[in-house]
């Protein structure tokens, strides 16, 4: 999607990239969510607030949804090339940071 210059459609499977792996950290607890909304509030109170995971992760997760949303939904804006520059580390550095703790 990066070389095809698809700026939505790799948002999306950032997105999606980072959602599955916190779904991954979910199994072992037995935490199971409806919502996107829901996968970000159980992410923060059982790996933000107890400091298993950075801040900056809540927050990277928070606007990863924001631009899922972006990308999937809003026919009248699309996720830049700046966005997916600025997400694209930020999504390898969440992942393996939860490799870590898998």
């Known amino acids: 999607m990066l ?3 698809r700026w939505d459609l790799a948002a999306n499977r950032y997105y999606y990239a980072c959602y ?3 779904h991954a950290l979910f199994v072992p ?5 409806k919502t996107h909304d829901g996968t970000l ?3 923060g109170k059982n790996f933000i607030l107890t400091g298993k995971l950075d801040k900056k992760f809540g927050r990277f997760f928070a606007r990863m ?7 999937d939904y809003n ?3 699309e996720v830049s090339e700046e ?3 600025e997400l694209a580390p930020l999504s390898h550095e969440f992942v393996n940071s939860i490799k870590s703790l898998l």
Request: charged fraction near 25%; proline fraction near 0%.
């Open 75 to 77: 026919s009248i804006a």
């Open 29 to 33: 607890l037995g935490i199971a969510t």
């Open 65 to 71: 949804i924001q631009l899922r949303i972006k990308a």
């Open 20 to 22: 599955h792996m916190v």
């Open 83 to 85: 966005e997916v520059k």
């Open 3 to 5: 070389e095809q210059k």
């Open 41 to 43: 509030s159980e992410l």
